[in-house]
């Protein structure tokens, strides 16, 4: 699917809810701390990701365009969060008590850890396989890994092979 065109009073909201949430980071934290970069090429169903080496931002343009209040009250923050974790206590679990320190109390946004967007636009075909106990739906990539020979998935409940078509109990 091709990346969507973004437009740019669209870009500048996201920059501007960066910033502010980025200013009160630092005056709350008394410590200044760098405009991570912004890049709108998250892929699949997540909203955002943060990349901390990087010091980056990965938005989702199309989920960003449908739900463009909401992402920018919620999203932006969230993922500044991860990144102003990594950099005031280092390596911690990604949704743990610092983290939601960050978002509660420094950036004043309720912390949850994933969006509530509808995601119909963005979800990925998937392909119906069967084991023993149940029906099972596999990507595109995984589909074509069966369907070369490079691969084969099990049931983690039943252990046996998946199999192409739908699951019919017995």
Known sequence: MKTPRLPMALQQAVMRS???????????????????????????????????????????????????????????????????????????PPHGKEWKWMMQEVLGVPARRTHQFEIASVRAATFPYRCGCQQHHLTLRRHNRVLRGESEYRCVRCKSLLKPGDYSPA
């Open 18 to 92: 960066l910033r502010h949430f980025l200013q009160l980071a630092s005056d709350r934290l008394e410590r200044p701390f760098a405009e991570p970069t912004l890049v709108y090429q998250q892929r699949g169903t997540a909203a955002g990701t943060a990349w901390l080496e990087k010091w980056e931002i990965r938005l989702n343009p199309v989920l960003l365009l449908e739900n463009q209040q909401a992402f920018i009250e919620e999203v932006v923050p969230h993922e500044l969060a991860h990144l102003l974790v990594w950099k005031v206590f280092g390596r911690v």
